[in-house]
């Protein structure tokens, strides 16, 4: 063997999986020498390895490098004269780096803590970093820990993101990334308000809601178990498509024909996979108002006079709206002339009285409410008869007692209510003895109580639920009956329906009234020793 190797081979870094070529050309011979590898002192088959493979002149290469192909390695040659052999070279089989857990997709809510896994092997141990797609990492909210472990406090939605795990070595990079979706729970931009809403008309109930992901928006009434879901159309209209009560795609309920059915509490739910909220709102359907027939404030009398004298035939009525006062006698109105004359107040004035003026005068009140009657019998008499001498004196309007004021409504239920009011201001000529009630019943006209009530109060019995009711009152004395009061507020017996327990649309919106304001009033608290205070309040 003549000269050294033409070329030697050299200390190799291959990375596992790879292939490695050790460069070996051996010297010149005669006879031209072969070539053999040793690894770690063995002998290299490479005639029974698939892996293993002498090419050229004598660079061994090395398919699919293992750990276990790591060590020395030294190129003889030989022949029959001798042989020669390389220094021993190293060479090195790193491992690429690889991810033994790696992070996952992850959807959490905000001010939640959030890890992304980011565990690997190598060889040599690779260096571990972490970096966000968009941006830096959340700024004094971030912990790598010593696992490599990414960790996020008090996430928020701006920190959504791709994270990427990066590790690194001599041989190699590997990179693994997950998403980061922070979910908000529902919140409401508009919340439902109480609508007030008479029957026939429509009404809307807004409701609108923000969130991620985006909350669906469903309504329900009280104590009714079937959701409305928000449709994407408009009802066409059609047989089919008629819906009363539906849910436009923005949230909102609407009715399009209020009945009082439909009054009560309606509830709007934000559902999402981050959470749900609920909010409230009241539909008020008031009873509508039945306005009575006109009632006779002051009622003519039966009235006896003289020829030539002058006859007043008081009528007052009142009522809503304000009604007409005409009178008629057996049927026949009156043309006004000198004789007859209809005050402003509705008092028919008869003046220069004859005898064929006697009979039944009829008074009239009629309104948009309904039409009363009242009749008043007038009698004539000779000014030199008898019957003129025994006249008993007209009461003087001053002897009565003045109106008392409108019924109130103390309690009630479905078929009674209880009324109260106060007593005149004046009480006339003489001590109020009794009162007398006249009751409307939601139709026909009014009807009086037969009885001489002695106190300030009433209870109406055997009414029929769920009907309006109104009153007056007049209180009477030895000289007479007093100007009716003014007619009462409505007064509604109760549905028998509400005897269940649960409170009344109408008591519930007074409660909540009250309750809006503060009922107490809390005082500076007074300190008594290091352990306890007074609290007082009035």
Same mark, same amino acid.
């Given at each position: ?11 190799? !870094? ?26 770690? @002192? ?12 002498? !090419? ?32 021993? +070279? ?14 996952? =997709? ?5 001010? %939640? ?5 980011? %565990? ?13 797609? &968009? *941006? ?17 406090? &008090? ?26 979706? !922070? ?7 508009? $919340?439902?308000?109480? /609508? $007030?809403?008479?029957? *026939? ?56 024909? !209020?009945?009082?059915?439909? *009054? ?28 009575p027939p006109p009632i006779f404030a002051i009622q003519p009398r039966n009235l006896t006079v003289t020829t030539g004298s002058v006859a007043l035939l008081v009528c007052q009525a009142a009522g809503d709206p304000q009604p007409r006062v005409t009178w008629t006698m057996k049927g026949n109105s009156?043309?006004? =002339? ?10 028919? %004035? ?50 009565l007692p003045g109106p008392p004021k409108a019924p109130k409504l103390r309690s009630h239920n479905a078929t009674a209510i209880t009324l109260y009011w106060a007593p005149p201001q ?12 006249? /009751?409307?019943?939601?139709? @026909? ?12 109060? #009433?209870?109406?019995?055997?009414? $029929?639920?769920?009907?309006? #009711?109104?009153?007056? /009152? ?12 003014? +007619? ?12 269940? @327990? ?9 409660? $909540? ?26």
């Amino acid at each position: 063997l003549r000269d050294d190797f033409r070329a030697s081979p050299a200390d190799t !870094v291959v990375a596992a999986g790879e292939t490695a070529l050790l460069e070996c050309v051996p010297p010149r011979g005669h006879p031209e020498p072969l070539v053999r590898w040793r690894h770690n @002192g063995q002998v290299i088959k490479v005639r029974e390895s698939h892996r293993h493979e002498v !090419v050229d002149e004598g660079t061994l290469v090395v398919k699919h490098v293992q750990q276990n192909d790591g060590g020395q390695y030294t190129c003889e040659a030989w022949n029959l004269a001798g042989s020669k052999t390389t220094h021993p +070279i190293n060479l090195y089989v790193h491992i690429r780096p690889t991810f033994l857990r790696g992070p996952k =997709d992850t959807v959490t809510l905000t001010e %939640q803590t959030v890890e992304f896994e980011c %565990q690997v092997s190598g060889d040599p141990t690779p260096q571990v970093s972490w970096r966000r797609l &968009r *941006g830096p990492l959340p700024e004094h909210r971030t912990v790598i820990l010593d696992d490599h472990t990414l960790r996020i406090q &008090r996430v928020s939605p701006s920190d959504e993101d791709t994270y990427v795990c990066e590790a690194v070595n001599v041989v190699g990079t590997a990179r693994t990334n997950a998403t980061l979706t !922070v979910y908000t729970t529902p919140e409401f931009l508009v $919340r439902p308000q109480d /609508v $007030r809403a008479s029957a *026939g008309s429509s009404a809307a109930f807004e409701c609108l809601a923000v969130g991620r992901p985006p909350p669906l928006v469903v309504w329900s009434r009280q104590d009714d178990h079937n959701l409305l879901l928000p449709r994407q159309d408009t009802p066409s209209g059609e047989p089919d498509d008629r819906p009363n009560v539906w849910v436009n795609a923005e949230g909102t309920l609407i009715i399009n024909q !209020v009945n009082r059915d439909l *009054g009560g509490w309606y509830s709007c739910a934000a559902v999402s996979a981050a959470g749900s909220l609920v909010a409230r709102a009241m539909l008020d359907v008031p009873i509508p108002t039945l306005h009575p027939p006109p009632i006779f404030a002051i009622q003519p009398r039966n009235l006896t006079v003289t020829t030539g004298s002058v006859a007043l035939l008081v009528c007052q009525a009142a009522g809503d709206p304000q009604p007409r006062v005409t009178w008629t006698m057996k049927g026949n109105s009156f043309s006004e =002339d000198t004789r007859f004359v209809l005050l402003g107040s509705g008092t028919l %004035q008869i003046n220069d009285v004859q005898l064929g003026d006697a009979g039944i005068y009829t008074c009239t009140a009629r309104s948009e409410a309904g039409t009363s009657n009242v009749t008043s019998v007038l009698e004539v008499v000779d000014p030199d008869s008898a019957a003129a001498r025994n006249l008993a004196p007209t009461a003087d309007p001053i002897d009565l007692p003045g109106p008392p004021k409108a019924p109130k409504l103390r309690s009630h239920n479905a078929t009674a209510i209880t009324l109260y009011w106060a007593p005149p201001q004046t009480e006339g000529a003489s001590p109020i003895t009794s009162y007398v009630l006249e /009751v409307w019943s939601g139709g @026909g006209k009014w009807q009086p109580i037969e009885d001489h009530i002695p106190a300030e109060s #009433y209870t109406l019995t055997g009414l $029929r639920p769920y009907t309006q #009711y109104r009153a007056v /009152v007049r209180a009477m004395n030895m000289h007479g009956v007093s100007p009716a009061s003014a +007619i009462s507020e409505p007064l509604m017996t109760e549905d028998r329906r509400e005897g269940n @327990g649960e409170m009344r649309v109408e008591d519930e919106i007074r409660v $909540r009234a009250i309750l809006s304001q503060p009922l107490i009033t809390l005082l500076n608290p007074i300190p008594l020793s290091s352990t306890s205070l007074k609290v007082l309040w009035k």
